[in-house]
């Protein structure tokens, strides 16, 4: 069974910086491009950022370029996204998704996701 | 950016009601588009994905169609478990983005 498991959120003053880990279990890890989906509260989904399986080519949307930084270490099967210059607006949930690139691309499965709150 | 339009954003509908959801894209997406159901303190389900293809396990009642720039979610028949938002996302270029999302709810 396919598990991803997110840990690292927690409530941060704005500039500041959190780190979120996915441990993941239940396929190859190293197989998979992986990324971060968030949800602020009461809001819709909005794409963060991917990695390739071999972790040497990154994606990001816009708002977090230069910001935040998607990693991975497929000795662990983990997943990590350190976030820098946090903002209000990045007040959310962070879910760990598994992207499944063939004939389609998905995201075919999401961890229960970790809260991040930015506020003094 | 590719934007996707989703509508209806709410929708109250009864037990065996026919549902359907669209999802129009800016620009061309080859048939990338995704389907996920979120239920109240959950995370995202994949429903369906490259247009409409149904994800193992999801129950034969929910189907996806379209091409180009329009998209549709349809529930053939709605059940209680039903109840919940939905969305779409477009895979074909980054960033990925989503729809706004359709809420259904208990008429």
């Known amino acids: 069974e396919v598990q991803l498991v997110e840990s690292g959120g927690g409530l941060v003053q704005p500039g500041g910086s959190l780190r979120l880990s996915c441990v993941t279990s239940?396929?190859?890890?190293?197989?998979?491009?992986m990324g971060w989906v968030r949800q602020a509260p009461g809001k819709g989904l909005e794409w963060v950022a991917n990695i390739k399986a071999d972790g040497g080519e990154t994606f990001y949307v816009d708002s977090v370029r230069g910001r935040f930084t998607i990693s991975r270490d497929n000795a662990k099967n983990t997943l990590y996204l350190q976030m820098n210059s946090l903002r209000a607006e990045d007040t959310a949930l962070y879910y760990c998704?598994?992207?499944?690139?063939?004939?389609?691309?998905?995201?075919?499965?999401w961890g229960q996701g970790t809260v991040a709150t930015v506020s003094s | 950016d590719i934007q996707l339009t989703q509508s209806p954003s709410f929708l109250s509908a009864s037990v065996g009601d026919r549902v359907t959801i669209t999802c129009r894209a800016s620009q061309g997406i080859s048939g990338h588009l995704a389907w996920y159901q979120q239920k109240p303190g959950k995370a995202p389900k994949l429903l369906i994905y490259g247009t409409s293809t149904l994800q193992s396990g999801v129950p034969s009642g929910f189907s996806g169609s379209g091409s180009g720039t329009d998209f549709t979610l349809t529930i053939s028949s709605l059940q209680p478990e039903d109840f919940a938002t939905y969305y779409c996302l477009q895979f074909k270029s980054y960033p990925l983005t989503s729809g706004g999302g359709t809420k259904v709810e208990i008429e």
């Open positions: 998704v598994r992207y499944v690139r063939g004939n389609n691309y998905y995201f075919d499965n």
């Open positions: 239940g396929f190859i890890f190293s197989y998979y491009y």
